[in-house]
């Protein structure tokens, strides 16, 4: 039976496990390995793990680092950054990730999604929209770590998504991320609108509730956080935390 994902989203750079406020100034907060390991105790859904370095200095995925993610996690692994080529994403796949998913890769070079989806299956194909709200309300599509805009309506595409190989869409929201205030509901009722395709929503979990509130309201979803699950009380301190079972089944 199909069910909502609750999904801890974590941030790679130098190696290190970094957090984001609105795509900018990263903070060190630990350890990636150390933290896949307190996760797979905490039996999480699902993990995603994204390189925010890769695309924008146009360097090849962390094959290794890679690797030892997908060895010590216990959950599906969902990687991003860096990807470019079929054979990147296929390298990937067999150290055992099981979605590649692609920002400035799909815009860049738009048949590298049917190219992969037709070697890894549709299903490992992930879209990620990182989408920022401009002077006139409307959305933007921003590639290499939010740097670089897109001419192109983002539900457009998201309609387009599935012809184009598309076997999930993840949607990021740029001016909520790290505020810990709740998620862009707006992007979320568009994007729901526009495509039967499973949807991941990520920017923005302040707490339980607001991933109940997602849940409540749209049904079977992907719900990813950063800050949430690496954050505790109002001084942020870092501690690794997700919802209990208990918790969980209140949702």
């Given amino acids: 039976m199909l069910r909502p ?4 989203s974590l941030l790679i750079q130098n190696n ?10 990263p903070v060190y907060i630990g350890d990636p390995i150390n933290t896949v390991r307190i996760f797979n105790e905490k039996e999480v859904d699902e993990l995603s793990v994204f390189d925010i370095d890769a695309s924008v200095k146009g360097t090849e995925p962390n094959y290794q680092l890679i690797e030892k993610i997908a060895k010590q996690a216990r959950m ?3 990687y991003g ?6 054979e990147q ?6 150290l055992g990730v099981e979605k590649i998913a692609l920002s400035s890769g799909a815009f860049e070079k738009p048949e590298l999604l049917q ?3 037709f070697k890894i299956g549709n299903q490992s194909v ?12 409307k959305y933007n599509i921003m590639i290499h770590n939010g740097l670089k805009s897109i001419d192109a309506d983002p539900f457009e595409i998201i309609t387009q998504a599935k012809q184009m190989g598309v076997g999930e869409i993840i949607l990021n929201s740029i001016d909520q991320d790290g505020k810990m205030n709740g998620f862009d509901y707006d ?4 994007a729901r609108n526009a495509t039967s395709l499973p949807l991941t929503v990520l920017g923005g979990a302040g707490s339980l509730e607001d991933i109940k509130k997602v849940i409540n309201k749209y049904g079977i979803i992907g719900v990813a956080a950063g800050s949430l699950f690496v954050f505790k009380g109002k001084y942020k301190a870092v501690l690794i935390n997700y919802p209990s079972k208990e918790d969980k089944k209140n949702l």
């Fill in 16 to 25: 290190g496990l970094v957090k984001t406020v609105n795509f900018r100034n």
């Fill in 81 to 86: 950054g860096g990807v470019k080529t079929i």
């Fill in 187 to 190: 992007i979320i009722d568009q």
């Fill in 115 to 117: 190219q992969i989806a």
């Fill in 126 to 137: 992930v879209l990620v929209l990182d989408l920022k709200k401009n002077i006139s309300g």
């Fill in 89 to 94: 994403a296929y390298r990937i796949s067999e």
């Fill in 76 to 78: 599906p692994i969902c």
């Fill in 5 to 8: 994902r609750i999904i801890p």
